[in-house]
């Protein structure tokens, strides 16, 4: 079967005559493949949610993790190959305890999205290890910063956002959070926002079965620490998304 | 006669009396710093006007007491690596930063070294502060540190002179005075009293010399 880059798409060390490395680019497919991840910069923290569909009755809710806390005050969620998300995840906890071992400071999040972007960036230099197939949205909250959120792609840029979306559904779920004022709103709206995006907007109920929400946040209220969103305020959220379902029909 | 344990064998479970006296105390705008400046091997003065207040980086100072060479490769370790990571960080180090980085230094080869730091400094969200690192490779927090083999002569005159929060004048006596009495009682120590005042200015850098110093009770 004939693809885009025949030819040039065997290995990442190989340019394309118009510069591309497609290697690269297949990784970027991977984690399009994947549920779609929201991370939003709000007032007061950073909130995570991400659409796990359920692929089987028999999975024990909550089973399957994609964000996961690096040191307490860093929270990291992946969206593509889960298992090439958690190798850069224990590479970043590696990090953040090496740092504060030797510095006996925390780890500010900018210098570990610069080391983890320069470690994912190692594995698009060779023929005999392929590129990792996932990107991972990073964010922490600070008393004095406030809060920050960054995004690193299979290519190893990272980038600083105000709000952010991976996977499948990240060009809907984008527009949808260009709409929203985040530096007015709070976390625990941010939680109903984001909510309303992955099950209305990204998530079809046709085409997928069922969804699970997967929610986290670093925020005042946990003071900087990261944290699953209780299940109360998930459960309320998802209320509220219906409610509104029921009003504009 | 001839004790081969006393005369010859080195024990590094003992405190080695090594010839120098530093001093560092926190007053209300920073740290001031002093140190005698005395090398010595044996009973032979190397250098007698040596600078043992070293920078590590622009306003954080350690103080070196032990064996030169140690001292002297792990503080410029620690400036190497205050510099990396202010690089990465885009913020001044702290000076606790430097403190602890000294610490793990220290620590982790305490088999091979033979070294006792000081590190004091100004930065930004402490303001001044003392940080103490004794031979094991412990790291103590203090208002002030005294170091080297003329600091046994000081125990007494620091806790009886030592004021939170002192003027800059105050603070700059009560070092002065400290390294003279340690150089008239100390073998060890000797020459001129170097100082140096760290505050949020800046580093500004003073000598007494010898002729200078105050003479105290002296037949």
New interface residues.
Partial sequence: MSGIGTGYDLYPTTFSPDGRIFQVEYAHKAVENSSTAIGLCCKDGVVFGIEKIILSKMLVEGTNRRVFSVGEHIGIATAGLTADGRRIVQNARQEAKNYE?????II?I??LT?RLSIYVQVFTLYNYIRPFGCSLMIGSYDEEKGPSLYCIEPDSVALGFYGCAIGKGKQEAKTEISKLKLSEMTCKDAVKEIAKILIKTVHDETKEKEMELEMSWICKETKGKHKLVPKKLIEEAVEWVKGQENEED | MFDLEKDFLYDLSKEVKTGTTVMAVTFENGVIIAADSRTSSGSYAVNRVTDKLTPVQDQIYCLRSGSAADTQIISSYVSY?TNM?SI???SQP?V??AA??FR?FLYQNKQYLHAAIICAGWDPIEGGSVYSLPLGGSIVKQPFATGGSGSTYLYGYCDMNFKENMTEEEAEKFVTYGITEAIARDGGSGGIVRKAIIDKNGVRRKTVYGNKLKKFWEK
């Fill in positions: 071992n030797f510095t006996s400071d500010p900018h210098v610069e | 690596y990571f990465e960080e885009g702290t606790k930063k602890h980085m793990e």
